[in-house]
């Protein structure tokens, strides 16, 4: 997981996206992400930086909290980006 210092709360996903059927907040409960491609995500700033360096095709991995019955659990999301 993580280290310590953050995360970035997904409020809203688009569904024209790879990542609508992926993330929960599609579903009305946020995600929180975080790491990019292992790089930790403290800021919106850090998440931009990350998919600065993805091209079309790549896999974009996330490190997600995500809501379960039992509190929260990780999730690793894996996307092919367009």
Do not use: C, H
């Not at 095709?57 to 019955?69: A, H, M, Q, Y």
């Amino acid at each position: 997981m993580a280290g310590t210092g953050g995360a970035l709360i997904v409020t809203d996903v688009s569904p024209d996206g790879p990542a609508y059927r992926k993330l929960s907040a599609a579903q009305g409960n946020p995600d929180l992400i975080l790491e990019v491609n292992g790089k930790p995500m403290r800021s919106r700033a850090d998440f931009r930086t990350a998919l600065d360096v993805v091209k079309t095709g790549d896999i974009v991995t996330l490190e997600l909290l995500r809501r379960s019955p039992d509190g929260w659990d990780t999730a690793i999301v894996r996307l092919r980006a367009r």
